[in-house]
């Protein structure tokens, strides 16, 4: 069977903190593959779902990834896996979607309507 997922957790350093697009220790799908003959067995959904069970055992506020704009299936189904896009990100047509773990009770670093929202260059930390 051909399916993967490589991810990482990390934080902006704390020097950028004030900044509106802080990231706190959080977990990102850096990538996510499944072959064309395992799709639609719900194979993305176990591969995420240990992404998020390690990002919970280290205390992560959230999850996210980023997805083309265009990519409708995929966007579709990391809306049903719970993301939301929180901002579209700059130079690269894609929604920066996010999935709040149980740490970020309230919310906060989830932005309704985040596809409406773009996220501008200058608040984005390029270390």
């Known amino acids: 069977m051909s399916t993967q997922v490589m991810g990482k957790v990390e934080e902006d350093p704390a020097y950028v903190k004030y900044m509106d697009n802080y990231l706190p220790w959080h977990g990102h799908v850096t990538a996510l593959?499944?072959?064309p003959q395992y799709r639609?067995?719900?194979l993305a959904k176990i591969l995420t779902g240990a992404l998020e069970r390690g990002c919970e055992a280290q205390d992560a506020w959230f999850v996210d990834l980023f997805?083309?704009?265009g990519n409708d299936t995929a966007v579709n189904l990391y809306r049903g896996l719970g993301d939301d896009p929180t901002?579209?990100?700059p130079f690269?047509?894609?929604f920066d979607m996010?999935?709040?773990l149980t740490r970020d009770k309230k919310g906060q670093y989830?932005?309704?309507n985040g596809e409406?929202?773009?996220?501008?260059?200058e608040d984005l930390y390029h270390g």
């Open 33 to 35: 593959t499944v072959a």
């Open 40 to 42: 639609r067995l719900g």
């Open 67 to 69: 997805v083309r704009e």
């Open 87 to 89: 901002g579209r990100r």
């Open 92 to 94: 690269e047509d894609a």
């Open 98 to 100: 996010r999935k709040p």
């Open 110 to 112: 989830i932005r309704k």
């Open 116 to 121: 409406n929202y773009r996220i501008d260059p």
